[in-house]
């Protein structure tokens, strides 16, 4: 496999569920990333982790943890969530934090909850 | 003050035509320039980077940057219906910034058959 690889591509889950969302990545990158994006809105920096140690927690709320085991792999895991959490979320990746050749994004998981 | 912004649109323009879309924001600082295209329900994915003033063309596609208006374009000439999507500034690299790309709202644009 290429690129920035996903999974799920779909999840509905209810407020009390527990669920981990995967993102693993082929490109030799260093920096990965976790993005929301919601309708109508920009999409939002979540976290940032530059060879597996998170650099940036952009304010998120703790029942979103990330993991990063690896430069190569990341993880989202998801308990107790709201409604108003239902988005698309994306992993990216970059070859650095410069990110001057930008990111590469995986395909998303659109995630319901209920 | 949002730190990129886009005209939500839509932009709607005909089959052949050139097809212009505007990004302003806020960092002065900001280093790398982004073009971003995203179909509806898909991830979105790199079109152009620009990094000095000036314009760089790729095949159909102009990146216009003007780092003193805080300015950056795109555009696509001979626009075809395959074009229709939301087309996303992103930028990175300023004060606020530095190490974090930071994304517009997002233009749609419809190419009308």
């Known amino acids: 496999e290429t690129g920035v690889t996903q999974t799920p591509r779909h999840l509905v889950m209810g407020m009390t569920n527990k669920k981990s969302l995967k993102c693993e990545q082929h490109?030799?990158?260093?920096?990965m990333y976790w993005y929301k994006q919601s309708a109508k809105k920009p999409l939002e920096l979540m976290f940032v982790y530059n060879f597996k140690e998170q650099t940036e927690n952009n304010s998120v709320p703790s029942r979103f943890s990330p993991e990063c085991p690896n430069s190569s792999h990341l993880f989202l895991h998801l308990h107790t969530l709201q409604p108003e959490d239902s988005a698309l979320y994306l992993c990216?990746?970059?070859?650095?934090?410069?990110?001057?050749?930008?990111?590469?994004f995986g395909s998303g998981t659109r995630l319901t909850v209920v | 003050q949002k730190e990129v912004e886009q005209n939500s649109g839509p932009l709607s323009v005909p089959e052949g035509a050139i097809a212009s879309l505007n990004c302003t924001y806020s960092d002065r600082g900001s280093q790398s320039f982004f073009w971003y295209r995203q179909y509806s329900g898909k991830s979105p994915e790199l079109i152009m980077f620009?990094?000095?003033?000036g314009d760089k063309e790729d095949g159909r596609f102009t990146a216009q940057l003007n780092k003193a208006s805080q300015y950056v374009s795109l555009l696509i000439r001979d626009s075809q219906p395959s074009d229709s999507a939301t087309y996303l500034c992103?930028?990175?690299?300023?004060?606020?910034?530095?190490?974090?790309?930071?994304f517009g709202s997002g233009t749609r644009l419809l190419v009308r058959p």
């Open positions: 990216a990746s970059s070859q650095d934090l410069s990110g001057r050749n930008g990111y590469t």
């Open positions: 490109l030799g990158h260093n920096a």
């Open positions: 992103a930028v990175i690299g300023g004060r606020k910034s530095s190490y974090k790309l930071i």
């Open positions: 620009i990094y000095s003033n």
